[in-house]
């Protein structure tokens, strides 16, 4: 964790220096070489505390979706993520708390993703008890959308730095290219529940466990997961 805190500082200090000397030179081929960069920022950046990414587990376990979906619902929160952030930084400064300091939060928005992410994991404890293991078309989408309205501090930073020197189209390209490297990023650990989860129903049905018991179960725990993250967030 150590490591992953000295990355995001430098990260910090190298968006800093990289649109300070875009809007000095203006020199686009500098900005399209730190594209690159802004991928593996992106990367790095998922790996640290936060992105949903422990909702989006639980989601995942307790859902029927193949990987391919699961991928599909990560990718959806990590543009949510990055989208909201650019929404904020361009159009909805009232909302960030005061000073750089606080740039990356938006009350509000933190506020009403929690609550729904609660009545989410109620919902998914109700189809346990009720035996349904049906899920909606679109209700990987929505938890998304849902879990990914939190902003992601890494791109208001940037967006704030680069709108403060009056280059706003590089934190934009810069946002595009980290959205991606989160994306890859929440994928993998996608990729890794829904198989994680094929496995342990597959390996407990070859010992006579009930498939269907084990898809109530696991629908069971992740709703109650979600339910008690979002109610740690909303008292925190």
């Known amino acids: 964790m150590d490591w992953l805190s000295g990355i995001q500082g430098w990260i910090h200090q190298s968006v800093r220096d990289q649109f300070t000397a875009f809007s000095t030179a203006g020199d686009w081929t500098a900005m399209a070489a730190i594209l690159p960069l802004g991928l593996v920022f992106g990367m790095v950046h998922a790996l640290t505390p936060g992105h949903s990414k422990t909702l989006l587990v639980s989601y995942l376990v307790g859902s029927r979706l193949s990987v391919l979906r699961g991928i599909g619902v990560s990718s959806i929160l990590a543009a949510t993520h990055v989208l909201s952030a650019v929404v904020i930084a361009l159009v909805a400064t009232e909302l960030l708390s005061r000073g750089l300091a606080g740039a990356g939060r938006a009350p509000a928005l933190e506020w009403v993703s929690r609550g ?35 902003p992601c501090p890494l791109t208001l930073f940037a967006m704030i730095m680069a709108s403060a020197r009056g280059v706003p189209a ?18 993998a650990v996608a990729t890794l529940a829904v198989l994680g989860r094929a496995g342990i129903v597959e390996a407990l049905a070859r010992y ?23 109610l740690y967030e909303l008292a925190a």
């Open 116 to 150: 729904v992410l609660v009545m989410a994991g109620l919902w998914f404890l109700i189809q346990a008890v009720a035996g349904s293991g049906h899920h909606a078309r679109h209700e990987g989408a929505a938890f998304g959308v849902v879990a990914g309205l939190v």
């Open 170 to 187: 590089a934190g934009l390209g810069f946002a595009g290219s980290m959205m991606l490297g989160i994306a890859i990023t929440l994928g």
């Open 208 to 230: 006579g466990a009930p498939a269907d018991r084990l898809s109530r179960w696991l629908t069971g725990a992740g709703g109650f997961l979600l339910a008690a993250f979002g």
